[in-house]
């Protein structure tokens, strides 16, 4: 891939018929983003040319083609210019209508709370939202499963990113007030974001109320002497590196952006595990054994027990590979750009679509096939950062990715030990809704439960009253803890006669600072400036499972141990 060469003869970019005047092809766009895309591809291939309106849109799929949108600079494609259609939710100068290094400035500011540190402290809250909800649910029931995951989201991500004020004073208003900024993403919006129409109106009557809510907040919490360590604190203690502090509008904007990276991402997701688990009955077997025998009836969930549950993790990860919560990623080409044998101009709008791309024969065995087992060891499907897409990629990868990861197995940790379910309605009948750009199953999505006893168990490995959380160990998944053991007793017998090292390289692409690394090895890593950094080029060889155990837990697989070794 050459996305620099000049002067080279260059083939046009595959056409798309049809459209019409004016419009191109927003119709069937608008329609379906999906299977729109899709038949793009399966006709076109990897780059293909189509206009909305009067823009040209260039769209690129499957791992090739990815690369050159997820590896390209900010000065070559320019995510801001694409996503003005976020301007009006998050205020004027605020992430993507800010100059390149304000905004990167601005979602560095976010990553603290997103941290593993964060997430160690979050592990209560959710477990507390997700047994505040099912509370009244009785011992037996039905629930629209899409409508109970978004108030639980909103309320997860807000009790653990916002603060005791958003969740315990305003849950109602701030609840009315996010579900009126998320109707403002739509298809029209991404052309037209400034459209009189009511849903815009909406959106724009909510911005101005948070802002309002956000300030006396601030007022109220500079007039007490009560400490608070959450985001909302964290923000208003910031300062930009002028020293600057941020005003309310910039909390208001930040605020809603973390919001929208923790919870749009989660809600959607977290009810397409439950409907895929139903679907296939071995896999929720599989994973309600392993939960029960992991926890036991009442166990105490925490951080590190959520680690321990590759079955649950697999399943996860082949949700987001067939649900990613987004349809279509795009930038705007800010200089020009070539592609194999083809010219992307200045101007141009390139999309990436991960739906589509997970849906390649080629990068993923029988893809319309739900296996979470294709991420298992020795099959291990995601390991191509640029097929496995699902949080997007490269350096503006989706830094709630583990919060996300982490919020849903907290949840299911708690409903499946606590209740059986069934589907109301025919399986087939539980699909996709992609009339919205964030993709959740089509409603109504109901589900019948049935509460579990205790006496349903087989082990019970936890009590209620393990309230305190062991340090991590890093505890491998089984095949690898096989493997690292080999690897040791193998260096045990070579040490007489070989000098085995090993290397650590970090892509500083890839990793947004979420100090994983740092907690798991602070013998290796360092945090600065929001990236990873290797605390010595030569390692002792004693520390090569302790870095592999950074790097397999790494959210954006942004580490690599390769080893060598010298005769003596």
């Known amino acids: 891939m050459d996305t620099t060469t ?51 849109m260039i769209l690129l799929t499957g791992d090739d083609a990815s690369e050159l949108f997820y590896r390209s600079s900010d000065e070559q494609l320019d995510q801001s210019a ?171 904007g930040m605020l809603v952006a973390a919001i929208f990276a923790g919870h749009h991402t989660s809600s959607g997701t977290s009810a397409w595990v439950l409907l895929e688990l139903l679907k296939n009955p071995r896999h929720m077997g599989e994973v309600t054994q392993e939960l029960d025998s992991l926890l036991g009836y009442d166990g105490n969930v925490t951080f590190q027990s959520l680690r321990e549950t590759p079955k649950l993790e697999n399943t996860l990860k082949e949700v987001l590979r067939l649900h990613p919560p987004l349809i279509v990623l795009m930038r705007q080409v800010a200089e020009d750009l070539y592609f194999k044998s083809h010219h992307i101009k200045k101007g141009d709008m390139v999309w990436a679509s991960p739906p589509v791309t997970h849906r390649m024969g080629h990068l993923f065995s029988n893809p319309e096939l739900f296996d979470p087992d294709r991420y298992t060891p020795g099959r291990e499907e995601d390991k191509n950062l640029m097929a496995y897409q699902p949080f997007g990629g490269g350096k503006h990868k989706c830094s709630g990715n583990a919060f996300a990861m982490f919020q849903i197995k907290a949840i299911y940790s708690i409903l499946l030990r606590k209740y059986t379910f069934e589907f109301i309605d025919a399986p087939e009948t539980y699909v996709d809704d992609y009339r919205e750009m964030i993709v959740q199953p ?74 994983v690394c740092a907690a798991e090895s602070p013998e290796l890593f360092n945090i600065s400036n929001n990236l990873a950094t290797v605390t010595s080029a030569t390692p002792p060889i004693t520390m090569l499972e302790k870095a592999q155990c950074a790097a397999r837990h790494c959210p954006n697989a942004a580490i690599t141990i390769t080893t060598n070794s010298a005769s003596k």
């Open 6 to 56: 000049k002067n080279i003869r260059t083939n046009e970019i595959p056409k798309i018929r049809g459209g019409l005047p004016l419009l191109g092809h927003m119709i069937p766009f608008a329609k379906n983003p999906f299977l729109f895309m899709k038949k793009v591809s399966d006709q076109a291939g990897e780059i293909a040319q189509f206009k909305i309106f009067s823009q040209r």
């Open 82 to 252: 694409a996503y003005k259609l976020m301007t009006p939710i998050f205020g004027e100068g605020i992430v993507f209508d800010a100059p390149i290094d304000k905004k990167n400035e601005q979602l560095k500011m976010l990553m603290p709370a997103l941290r593993m540190s964060a997430m160690r402290q979050h592990s209560a809250k959710i477990i507390s939202e997700v047994e505040g909800m099912i509370s009244d649910w009785g011992e037996s029931g039905e629930v629209n499963l899409v409508e109970a995951m978004k108030q639980l989201t909103i309320n997860t991500a807000t009790h653990c990113l916002l603060g005791k004020e958003f969740r315990y004073e305003l849950t109602h208003e701030f609840a009315d007030i996010y579900h009126d900024l998320e109707k403002g993403v739509n298809a029209l919006a991404y052309s037209f974001p400034n459209l009189p129409i009511p849903s815009f109106r909406k959106r724009d009557r909510a911005r101005v109320r948070l802002h309002e809510l956000v300030h006396k907040i601030i007022e109220k919490r500079e007039k007490s002497n009560e400490k608070h360590s959450d985001m909302f604190q964290m923000l208003i203690d910031t300062r930009y590196k002028d020293g600057s502090r941020l005003s309310s509008n910039d909390i208001a």
């Open 442 to 515: 089509k409603s109504p999505c109901k589900i019948r439960y049935k509460r579990r006893t205790a006496d349903a168990f087989t082990s019970k490995h936890g009590t209620a009253g393990d309230q305190q959380e062991a340090p991590s160990q890093c505890p491998a998944a089984p095949a690898k803890e096989e493997q690292f053991t080999l690897v040791a007793e193998t260096i045990e017998k070579m040490e007489s006669t070989i000098n085995t090292n090993f290397h650590i390289s970090i892509d500083t692409q890839l990793c947004q600072g979420h100090a």
